[in-house]
């Protein structure tokens, strides 16, 4: 490698399987996996569930679907849960350079120590009251029967970073409390493992959400208690929903499942979800490259940003009428669409969403129930059908020889038409779903027979 090369980079996202991934979630993955795409660089998923209660497998599994179905496939997964052993030794390291120390405080304790607080009005910091038990306190307290958790003990001093996003940021770790690292059950709280992992793989650049910012902070800290050099961080605004709301995994809003049952397009919601909030007007993109290119950390903006689905809604629309018959072919099949590229180009710009191609095939392959208002003038048309073959221009020849013969025309001429030959009042140009109805179905619907 010359001097010149930087290094490729890891980049990872990092959700917990405690619930379905929603948009937000979305937002996180994307970025990272596409930035890491775009320099060639590698994207791991790593499953965050040392929380054994909320940790589910069949979320850890709709995790991995839900970032294929985006087109995401990570070029390396690990899980928390199987790396317990490095969280143990990190914890040990820790402990004997005096970073990490034990507390007994039950639950209640400290929220009256809170609350005492509170009400002399000093910020609510853990006291550090721990680190003055003597080891016969200790052996007391573990007599008595309690077990304690363990708190890294934080430098109080300002930690700063160059965000990618935020620029220059510094949070004062003097005025947080040192943060819990293990539980009593020697289980591990996501800031340890977090801090273990990200040295261990090597990942160079975190983007996480802004609710982190802190967390960055601290784990900063423990990065340097541990001897390792931090990676660089940017921290993205949230996404609400259309009406402001924090997104929850709980509450499965806007759940990437959701969306897709809806019938959305993977790479619009990618797209949005990406873009929402951006300056420049979200458009449909070729593709999740073309989409990586336009990935820019230093214009993502500060504040929240509304994911509108009428605006999903609207940007799916626009991907379905700009996709090509090659890259929706199998889809098309999987459905039972027939009539190849001419049926796709005649229907994609009515549709909303892609199944909605399912209807429209029903209507050329039928059976379709034909709306006949005038008998007599469908009958003269049906019997002016030229023969075959047809093509684009038949629907014209037709109906110009249909209104010199009625002297129908405008509305009147085509309306009935329309419904006579799909039973519908509106829908794609009939000059292509002509040729795919063909002579004889359409001289049928024509006579009002459905078939
Ligand atoms: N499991 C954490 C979360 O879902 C990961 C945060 C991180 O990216 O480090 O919020």
Not at 354 to 369: I, K, Q
Request: hydrophobic share 45%.
């Amino acid at each position: 490698m010359t001097p010149s090369t930087p290094p490729a980079p890891v980049l990872r996202f990092a959700p917990s399987p405690t619930g379905l991934l929603h948009i937000g979630n979305a937002r996180t993955a994307l970025l990272n996996a596409l930035l890491a795409r775009r320099a060639g660089g590698t994207f791991v998923l790593r499953l965050d569930d040392t929380d054994r209660e909320r940790s589910r497998e069949e979320y850890a599994q709709a995790i991995v679907a839900d970032l294929a179905w985006l087109g995401i496939a990570p070029d390396l997964a690990v899980r928390q849960s199987e790396r317990i052993a490095l969280y143990g030794a990190a914890a040990q390291r820790l402990k004997a350079a005096g970073r990490l120390y034990p507390c007994f405080e039950t639950p209640v304790e400290l929220e009256r120590k809170r609350r005492v607080q509170l009400a002399r009005g000093l910020p609510p910091i853990y006291d550090r009251a721990a680190l003055a038990l003597s080891d016969a306190d200790r052996a007391r307290l573990e007599a008595e029967g309690r077990r304690p958790h363990w708190r890294f003990r934080l430098d109080h001093r300002a930690v700063a970073w160059d965000d990618r996003v935020r620029g220059e940021v510094s949070v004062d770790c003097g005025s947080l409390s040192d943060p819990v690292l293990v539980r009593e059950d020697g289980s591990y709280l996501y800031t340890l493992p977090s801090v273990v992992d990200d040295a261990s793989l090597g990942v160079t650049l975190v983007v996480r959400g802004e609710d982190h910012v802190t967390n960055t902070a601290v784990q900063i800290q423990i990065l340097e208690a541990l001897g390792h050099a931090p990676p660089a961080f940017g921290h993205h605004n949230l996404l609400t929903t259309a009406s402001g709301e924090g997104l929850s995994k709980r509450l499965g809003h806007l759940s990437l499942r959701g969306l897709r049952e809806a019938g959305l397009e993977p790479l619009a919601v990618a797209t949005l979800a990406v873009l929402v909030g951006s300056s420049d007007a979200v458009r449909p993109v070729a593709s999740l490259d073309a989409l990586a290119a336009l990935v820019d950390l230093g214009h993502v903006s500060r504040a929240p940003a509304r994911f509108d689905e009428a605006e999903l809604a609207a940007l799916n629309a626009r991907v379905v009428h700009e996709t090509p018959f090659e890259a929706v072919a199998g889809r098309l099949a999987d459905m039972g669409v027939g009539g190849g590229a001419a049926f796709w180009e005649a229907v994609r710009g009515n549709l909303a969403t892609l199944r909605e191609a399912r209807d429209w095939w029903g209507v050329v392959a039928g059976p379709v129930t034909p709306v006949i208002e005038d008998a007599d003038f469908c009958a003269r048309a049906g019997a002016m059908l030229p023969p075959e073959p047809w093509d684009a221009g038949t629907w014209k020849a037709w109906t110009n020889a249909v209104k010199a013969h009625t002297g129908a025309k405008g509305r009147a001429l085509f309306m009935p038409l329309r419904k006579a030959l799909t039973g519908r009042d509106h829908g794609p140009e009939l000059a292509a779903l002509l040729p795919l109805i063909g002579r004889a179905e359409a001289a049928a619907r024509l006579a009002g027979e459905s078939a």
